[in-house]
């Protein structure tokens, strides 16, 4: 990069990036200021902050956390011997 950007206004960019094996392309897209990326917008269907927060203090509730431990039957099905 710093060769084409020093010797291609003397020889030409092109031919100095084909001496190079850089693709031109490559050398003026580099030489552009780098964007910034858009911010991204929220999805329709996600919860506000009430909603977040009511959501996420459940989780540490120490009902939800042993209730949602227990075995609801699946072992029983599994063990069932075959007929």
């Known amino acids: 990069m710093a060769t084409v950007t020093q010797i291609g206004p003397r020889l030409g960019i092109a031919p100095t990036c084909a001496a190079l094996g850089l693709p031109r392309a490559t050398y003026y897209r580099r030489r552009r200021p780098a964007r910034a990326a858009p911010p991204r917008r929220p999805s329709p269907r996600a919860l506000g902050g009430a909603g977040q927060h009511r959501l996420a203090s459940g989780r540490t ?17 599994v063990q069932a011997p075959r007929r």
């Not at 509730?61 to 099905?77: A, F, I, T």
Request: net charge negative; glycine share 6%.
């Open 61 to 77: 509730d120490e009902q939800h956390v042993v209730n949602s431990y227990e075995p609801k039957g699946y072992l029983l099905v």
